[in-house]
């Protein structure tokens, strides 16, 4: 063997693990980076049972790839922590990560310190994203055609889905919107029989007991209890004793006069996380009362918050008529919808609302022709609801990969002032800015070499961020005078991920298999 074999095969043995990482990463990478920009595909998931999915969402498809390799599933997590944080960019999230991942590789096996990358690669994210917050342009409103287009190309350009979004945004408002605890996105609801439609209220899925005689009740109080509708509980030992016998009778005496109290206040919608007596049942029955039992909890505080309504215990049920009434909340309308096979709970109308019904929530719900296709259009629609909301949260930046562009470029001057290794962190930050436009150019079937720089030429030559390249033509263009935008979160959010789990892939030295009782 010669001198150069025997150097080139310690160096593979050295990053052996280094290597096969980047590899796993680059494998799950080339899943999702074929559906970035306007000419991406689509990919089809298929399951053993033989049910398909067809879709262009990047968190979908990661999400439903049989995957082994423990870097490809922290590559996931990237995709994850998108959708947790923004509802949109997966795919340019995942595809900033490889590129990241693969740059600083390339730096680590031509011998600069795994370490001095790493730190690199966090100077540089921190320097490219204050370098994108001061090219965020604030939105001046709803009428501003900017919010419009981030809107429509989140919603793919289905104009259905998009007018679907904007107006319920408006009647949520642009305050509620700015408030990072409410997520627009969490509102769509898909149905292959519905209609699309956006309304003030929420669906619940669980079906009234009374359904077939009581499907609608209207501008009525509402009780929330987070326990079930019964008699308080004796033990059973009790019941066979006079005492015991006469004590039951005293306590569903009283469980009657709760009853008849409740309708007293013109309860006439009730939900319960837990279940309902026979009895009371048949009360709620006689006297108009639509019940929904078994709601889960999340539901259950959606329900108190759409409507005033305090969640109750049940022994709250033993207070005067004064105190329960304030703790009651109040709806437009309940009504048990036969083709959703849902529960329609209306928000209360403005004059009756109670002073704790503060929150304006709404339901977007998207329909379609089959199962399949349902999901996809719910997917589209949640993406455009959340780039609505992080639009307005933080602005918008220039599409089409050439904000990144930009950056890229600024970040490689600012690694000329950089001393030391870290600079080849740096460098590998440059490299990966510039991987979202070369991907969409790819996809859209150009040479991505001969067009970045083309971009970037006209960049330096109108002394402006905004020039990418026409993805029908292949020409530069003004993004912006194109209305190709993005959230500027979106791309913050993504390089901090990527740049995160490029760190960790990077520290990784070597991978040890558990013991199976060590987890």
């Known amino acids: 063997m010669s001198q150069g074999q025997s150097v080139w095969q310690e160096n593979d043995d050295k990053y052996a693990t280094l290597l096969n990482n980047a590899q796993a990463v680059r494998a799950l990478c080339s899943a999702v980076e074929g559906t970035l920009g ?37 590559v996931i997590q990237v995709a994850r922590a998108q959708q947790h944080e923004v509802g949109d960019g997966t795919t340019t999230a995942t595809v900033l990560a490889g590129a990241l991942v693969q740059a600083g590789v390339d730096q ?8 001095k990358v790493v730190a690199g690669i966090q100077l540089g994210a921190d320097f490219a994203s204050e370098e994108l917050r001061k090219r965020a342009v604030q939105l001046d409103g709803w009428d501003d055609p900017l919010l419009q287009r981030a809107v429509h190309i989140a919603g793919r350009e289905q104009t259905d889905i998009v007018s679907l979004v904007l107006e319920a945004g408006k009647s949520v408002g642009w305050e509620r919107l700015r408030d990072p605890r409410f997520r627009l996105a969490e509102t769509v609801v898909a149905h292959e029989k519905a209609s699309n439609e956006w309304f003030n209220g929420m669906l619940l899925k669980q079906k009234p007991l009374q359904r077939e005689w009581l499907a609608e009740r209207e501008n009525c109080r509402v009780l929330v209890l987070r326990d079930s509708l019964e008699p308080e509980a004796l033990d059973e030992q009790l019941l066979t004793t006079e005492a015991g016998f006469q004590q039951y009778m005293h306590l569903r005496a009283n469980f009657m006069e709760q009853l008849e109290r409740l309708h007293e206040l013109d309860v006439g919608f009730i939900v319960l996380e837990r ?14 009362m639509m019940v929904l039992q078994r709601v889960n909890r999340d539901d259950v505080q959606r329900v108190a918050r759409l409507t005033g309504a305090k969640p109750l215990k049940r022994a709250a049920l033993g207070k005067d008529v004064a105190s329960l009434a304030g703790m009651l909340g109040c709806t437009a309308r309940a009504c048990y919808d036969e083709r959703l096979e849902r529960v329609r709970l209306y928000a209360p109308d403005a004059e009756a609302a109670t002073p704790a019904a503060r929150d304006k929530l709404v339901t977007l719900v998207v329909g379609a022709s ?7 259009r719910a997917r589209i629609a949640a993406d455009a609801a959340a780039a609505l909301q992080a639009a307005i949260q933080g602005g918008i930046l220039p599409g089409g990969g050439a904000a990144e562009l930009a950056v890229a470029y600024v ?18 930050v440059a490299e990966a800015l510039r991987k979202p436009m070369a991907q969409i150019v790819l996809n859209a079937g150009f040479n991505p070499l001969e067009k970045l720089e083309e971009a970037r030429a ?19 263009l003004d993004v912006f005078d194109a209305g190709v935008v993005d959230p500027a979160a979106v791309k913050l959010h993504a390089l901090k991920a990527a740049s995160e789990v490029a760190a960790a892939v990077l520290r990784i030295h070597t991978v040890i298999k558990m013991r199976v009782d060590a987890g």
């Open 108 to 115: 680590v096996t031509r011998g600069v310190p795994a370490a």
């Open 38 to 74: 306007p000419k991406g595909l689509d990919v089809m998931l298929v399951g053993q049972q033989g049910e398909v999915i067809i879709t262009n969402d990047g968190v979908t498809i990661l999400e439903m790839m049989d995957v082994s390799h423990p870097i490809a599933k922290l």
């Open 370 to 376: 089959t199962r399949e296709v349902v999901g996809e």
């Open 275 to 288: 279940g309902i007596h026979p009895e009371a049942e048949q009360f709620c029955l006689d006297h108009d």
């Open 411 to 428: 970040l490689e001057r600012y690694r000329e002032t950089v001393r030391g290794m870290e600079a080849f962190g740096i460098a590998a």
């Open 458 to 476: 006209a960049q330096a030559h109108e002394a402006t961020d905004t020039i990418g390249i026409d993805c029908d033509t292949g020409a530069v």
